[in-house]
């Protein structure tokens, strides 16, 4: 009996999380002293990142004056198959030999998920991923430890309590009663006003207009203009006429973001992410992928906007990897051992010039190789990809005269003001239906039933798609600008002149052509 009472208290346990994809896995931290050979041994799988948590906890319980045992330390953590990770692992494998050597109580302990990465001083460290964790920690019901940087973002998770120390003396002091802790506080929410101003913009009334349309109804587009011309001046206040992000779709983009390391001082922002890679990005810097498999660009942007200038300049590989992810609103990063899957419900709007030199539409200063010239770069762009652009928009250039002259159209302000009502009345719509929220998202039945126009719309809509020969995605995409359009409008009925602007948009003369 007694030899069964001394093994059982010289286990000792803690919790923490192993992250796959945004989703934080419970993950066991077992300590066992044993006799033998002094050593110190983390099993379970783990990456030299944790492998060498040993020497950080090593040196920050001598920081403290805690002399480890003669004996045999190992770490194991449970379950052994899975991978590790990470540099959050240096916490809970401290506590768990805290308690093995019962200077913290084991009982306590063992019903607290922790993570946070060691200084040689015992200092604790900011990680990522601290809201994942919360989310874990709270539908289990344990106690969350995190380092003072994670408290203000994981105590946004109101059903478990935050304990945010500074230094690993102050879990010591916490457990054993000399200085309680107090729970953290949940960050600020960060209401980022755009300063960039549709009503800068001279000109370009009918590309001002598609942009309200695609925010409305969060309908790709594509502009093609010549250099100057102001394609990404109009992309870059999109994000001025976007509604904030509801509480759930915060939510779900501050996981990702947390996940990567990119939540500010732990504030939960309501502003929609605008995402710009360059053309040179990898295939795993916009889908994801890399080292732990981290999450891309097109996951970044989740509930936002990703904008793509120069579209024919990113190489063809990463092109084709936008296919699926746009239709399916998640992007599955494979590896021989795991199936990571990421949310990437984006907007996407892209920019390029309508050849290389850029003047194909000016005869007066386009290359000799006029059109070939054309053809051949926005062939860089393949025909299934093209056909997943709802709006497709011709930015010609503005006249120097024009330039000095006042500002035309709307604000920002007041376009968002429409741009909120549209999706207030996509929200109405669609309140019954999950994963339901804009008119990008609905197809099958419903689509027919929402977009269904009117007699006139339908033979409209009919000729159309006998003249130019539309694939059914793009019969159906057709459709919901169309219904967008008439929601602008406050029309519950889909009439010719709504049917008539989504198909002279989808059916732009020079992209068009070009696309075949």
Known sequence: MCLGKVEINMVARALTVAFVGIEARLVEVQCALSPGLPSFQIVGLPDKAVSEARERVRAALSALSVALPSKRITINLSPADMPKEGSHFDLPIAMSLLAALEIIPAEEVADTVALGELSLDGALVAVSGALPAAMTAAEGGYTLFCPAGCGAEAAWVADTRVFAPTSLAQV?????????????????????????????????????????IAASGRHHMLMVGTPGSGKSMLAARMPGILPDLSAAEALETSMVHSISGLLEQGGISRARPFREPHHTASVAAIVGGGKGAKPGEISLAHNGVLFLDELPEFPRMVLETLRQPIETGEVVVARANAHIRYPCRFLLIAAANPCKCGYLSEPARACARAPACGED????????????????????????????????????????????????????????????????????ALLEEIAAPDAEGRALLTRAAERFGLTARGYHRLLRVARTIADLEGAPVIRAPHMAEAISYRLMGMVDTVSG
């Open 377 to 444: 770069y926005m062939g860089r762009i393949s025909g299934p990809l093209m056909d997943r652009f709802d709006l497709r928009v011709e930015v010609p250039p503005v006249a120097f005269s024009d330039l000095d002259l006042p500002p035309s159209g709307d604000s920002s302000a007041i376009v968002a003001a429409r741009v909120a009502q549209a999706r207030a009345v996509q929200s109405a719509r669609f309140a019954g239906y999950e994963g339901l929220r804009v008119n990008a998202d609905a197809e099958g």
């Open 172 to 212: 010591i002091r916490h457990y054993t009663g000399q200085a309680p802790l107090s729970p953290a506080s949940p960050g600020e929410v960060i209401r980022e006003g755009s300063a960039r101003d549709l009503f800068d913009v001279k000109g370009q009334e009918r590309a001002k207009r598609a942009l309200e």
